[in-house]
């Protein structure tokens, strides 16, 4: 299950929830219990069919971002940097494993060399960590510029039918929190 798809069903599944509980003490108890699952079953089912074509407008952004030469080339330096911060990671583990006597030592790495180098990666992965963070927000800014919101070109993509219904439940969500 998409994560749209998931979380779009799961909130009208509770704001269902919440409408049968809120409107139980002005509503008789029959009619009630009549309503509730057809309430709770027609929200949660609305929140899947939106939240899975959410899910396909985000597969359809990422397609579309994929092609572009500065969107791909800023994702490889993402991954690239992700590696090295990886090998750094594992560099570090086996310097620590050396000093704590775990891993054995070459003859000519002491306390003091391994300290040094210790300190030299440790620092490495610090500037690595900086850097994989920039690139993230270089990223997100060029997804912004290049995808434009994708809640928008969603409720573009919604024929009259579908705003009509979200508007409708909108509209009976306020009247029974209201009543």
């Not at 509770?14 to 699952?37: E, K, N, W």
């Not at 003859?107 to 993230?136: C, M, Q, S």
């Amino acid at each position: 299950m998409g994560f749209w798809k998931a979380i779009c069903s799961c909130v009208a599944c509770v704001t269902a929830v919440g409408v049968c509980v809120l409107s139980a003490g002005t509503a008789t108890p029959f009619i009630t219990a009549a309503a509730a699952p057809w309430l709770i079953g027609g929200g949660t089912a609305a929140g899947y069919f939106i939240g899975n074509e959410i899910d396909k407008e985000v597969a359809e952004r990422e397609k579309r971002l994929e092609q572009n030469q500065r969107y791909k080339d800023a994702k490889d330096e993402i991954n690239k940097q992700i590696e090295e911060n990886n090998r750094t990671r594992t560099e570090i583990n086996d310097i620590i494993g050396k000093i704590n006597g775990t891993i054995p030592r070459k003859p000519n790495e002491t306390d003091e060399y391994l300290n040094n180098i210790l300190a030299i990666l440790t620092g490495n992965l610090h500037k690595g960590e900086a850097r994989l963070d920039d690139l993230r927000k270089a990223l997100d800014i060029i997804r912004k510029e290049l995808g434009g919101s994708s809640l928008m070109s969603f409720l573009n993509k919604l024929g009259i039918t579908d705003k009509v219904m979200i508007v409708g439940g909108i509209v009976v969500v306020i009247f029974l929190l209201k009543g």
